[in-house]
C-alpha cells in the first residue's frame, strides 16, 4: 500500500485530497498546525473505514526545525502533496519583513524542504510530488503580491525539483482557480465573489474535488514531470 503526506489537509482542500487518495487505497498522513482537533476526527473516520490507514502529524511549518522532524518521523513515502498556504492581503505600502517571513516560510521554503528531507525516502519508492498553486502564480492578483510572489516561486520550484530530481521522483503542480471562498483575514465581500464568478468561462467556482481528482490524476501519470494543471474553469482564458 502506498503512503500519501498531504500539508495543511485538516479541512477544505486539503482533506479532501486526503480523502480521495484514501479512497484510492492509500495510507494518508493528515498534517495539520492549529487545527489539531477536525484533523483527528477526519483520522478517526479514516481508521474507521480502514484500520491503521491514517495518522496525523502536528508541525509548523513556518519553523525550519520541526520540518526536520517531519522528515525524521516518516519511515516510507510514495507522495508529497505541498499543499498547506499562508494567504493574506497585503499592498506593497503596508508590506513588512514579518509578512514576507510568514508567507515564504510556509508557501516556499517548506514545500523546498520538505522535498529536500524526503527525497531519499520518495526516490526509494520511485514516488511523487505535488505541488497545490495558483493560477496567480503566473498573473498577480492585486494586493497579494507577497502570495503571489510565493506562488511563482513554487511553480519554479516544481520544475526545477522536477529536473533534478529525475528520475527517480517526479514533480508537478495543480494551480486552482477560485475553489473555495478564503476564511479570516482574507474574506471577501459579496460584490467582489460575484464580481470574481463573472470571469469564469464555466460560470462556477470549482470544487476540492476537481483539484483531489487532478493530484489522484498526476500521482498515478507516470510518464509526467515538471507539469502544472489549471484547475481554473477557463479562468485564465479570461485573464
Ligand atoms: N481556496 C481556493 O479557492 C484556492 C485558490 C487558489 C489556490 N489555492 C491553493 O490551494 C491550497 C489549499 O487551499 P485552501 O484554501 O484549502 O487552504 P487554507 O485553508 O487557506 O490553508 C490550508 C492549511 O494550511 C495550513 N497552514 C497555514 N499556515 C501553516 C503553518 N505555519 N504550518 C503548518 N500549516 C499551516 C493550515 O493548517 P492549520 O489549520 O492546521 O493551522 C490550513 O488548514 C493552498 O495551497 C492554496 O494556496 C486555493
Known amino acids: 500500500m502506498k503512503t500519501a503526506l498531504v500539508t495543511g489537509s485538516s479541512a477544505r482542500i486539503g482533506a479532501e485530497i486526503i480523502r480521495v487518495l484514501h479512497k484510492n487505497n492509500y495510507q494518508v498522513i493528515i498534517h495539520c498546525n492549529n487545527s489539531k482537533e477536525i484533523a483527528d476526527q477526519l483520522c478517526n473516520d479514516l481508521n474507521n473505514l480502514r484500520e491503521n490507514s491514517a495518522k496525523v502529524i502536528v508541525c509548523d511549518l513556518s519553523n525550519i526545525a520541526s520540518i526536520d522532524m517531519i522528515n525524521d518521523s516518516i519511515d516510507s513515502l510514495d507522495l508529497l502533496v505541498n499543499n498547506a498556504s499562508v494567504f493574506y492581503p497585503n499592498s506593497i505600502g503596508e508590506s513588512s519583513p514579518e509578512h514576507w517571513d510568514s508567507i515564504l516560510n510556509v508557501n516556499l521554503k517548506a514545500p523546498f524542504f520538505l522535498a529536500k528531507g524526503l527525497s531519499e525516502k520518495l526516490s ?113 482564458l479570461a485573464q
Open 124 to 236: 526509494s519508492q520511485n514516488g511523487s510530488i505535488i505541488n497545490i498553486i495558483d493560477i496567480h502564480a503566473e498573473r498577480p492578483l492585486e494586493k497579494h503580491a507577497i502570495y503571489n510572489i510565493s506562488k511563482a516561486g513554487l511553480k519554479m520550484l516544481t520544475q526545477t525539483l522536477a529536473k533534478e530530481l529525475a528520475p527517480s521522483i517526479r514533480v508537478n503542480g495543480v494551480s486552482p482557480g477560485s475553489i473555495l471562498w478564503p476564511e479570516q483575514d482574507a474574506q471577501l465581500t459579496d460584490d467582489d465573489k460575484n464580481l470574481m464568478l463573472k470571469k469564469i468561462p464555466l460560470n462556477s467556482q470549482g470544487s476540492p474535488k476537481d483539484i483531489a481528482d487532478t493530484v489522484l490524476f498526476l500521482a498515478n501519470a507516470n510518464y509526467i514531470t515538471g507539469q502544472t494543471i489549471n484547475v481554473d474553469g477557463g479562468r485564465t
